[in-house]
């Protein structure tokens, strides 16, 4: 089983550079989000999709764009990279609101100089 | 907006117990979760509990839920060097996770 995987683990941008960081899930989840670990912050949620063509923002959205073309995808798009987005970012997905564990990636550690 | 709240930092002896707290905000939470992290690695869910319940044992660990305080904690029995991490509450909101900062565990031998 496959589980969450996301892609790269590690990325050095330079700033205004723009990427997309991948993420699939295998288990035909509907809801899948993402999140930004900082020191001391722990893991705050940036985007969020309950399924195939919805999205939505969580708590930190600014400078971050999603999409969800498929049950499977949720790329995160950072359009012009700032050292403001040096962070770790995890990928969740979990079977809907019913569902009781979130199934997390192994992060993708992203520095912006 | 929904908030969970937690303490930094504890240090306990190998072999003692260890009590982490947690608060929420949310009472419609449905599920409240313990996950660990290493350092550098991804997060391991523990164990959780759904919000009906009042306990929850399961092996060295104990999760205890006071809905009526939004309080919520975790105890590692014989707590063990290996125990060392970053502990983070969390409670889930209809489509995500809200996670708390996160306590630092430290076991001294």
């Known amino acids: 089983n496959a589980g969450v995987t996301q892609t790269p683990k590690f990325q050095v941008l330079k700033t205004g550079q723009s990427m997309t960081l991948q993420c699939a899930q295998d288990m035909n989840h509907e809801y899948m989000s993402w999140y930004r670990q900082d020191p001391g912050m722990g893991l705050r949620l940036i985007h969020y999709?309950?399924?195939?063509?919805?999205?939505d923002q969580g708590e930190v959205p600014n400078g971050y764009n999603v999409s969800r073309s498929t049950t499977e995808d949720f790329p995160l798009r950072l359009l012009s990279a700032a050292p403001s987005q040096t962070s770790v970012y995890f990928c969740?997905?979990?079977?809907?609101?019913?569902?009781?564990?979130?199934?997390f990636g192994q992060g993708t550690r992203l520095t912006v100089v | 907006g929904e908030d969970v709240e937690q303490s930094l930092f504890l240090s306990v002896r190998e072999g003692d117990s260890s009590v982490i707290n947690c608060t929420y905000t949310?009472?419609?939470?449905?599920?409240l979760y313990w996950y660990k992290q290493e350092p550098g690695a991804g997060l391991q869910l523990l164990t959780y509990?759904?919000?009906?319940?009042d306990m929850k044992q399961d092996q060295r660990l104990t999760v205890l839920l006071n809905k009526k305080d939004k309080h919520l904690s975790l105890r590692i029995a014989d707590t063990q060097t290996g125990d060392s991490a970053i502990y983070f509450c969390a409670e889930k909101e209809r489509t995500a996770l809200i996670f708390g900062k996160g306590t630092t565990l430290s076991v001294s031998s």
């Open positions: 949310d009472s419609s939470s449905t599920y």
């Open positions: 509990i759904f919000s009906n319940m």
């Open positions: 999709s309950v399924g195939a063509g919805i999205t």
């Open positions: 969740a997905s979990t079977t809907g609101p019913q569902g009781t564990e979130a199934f």
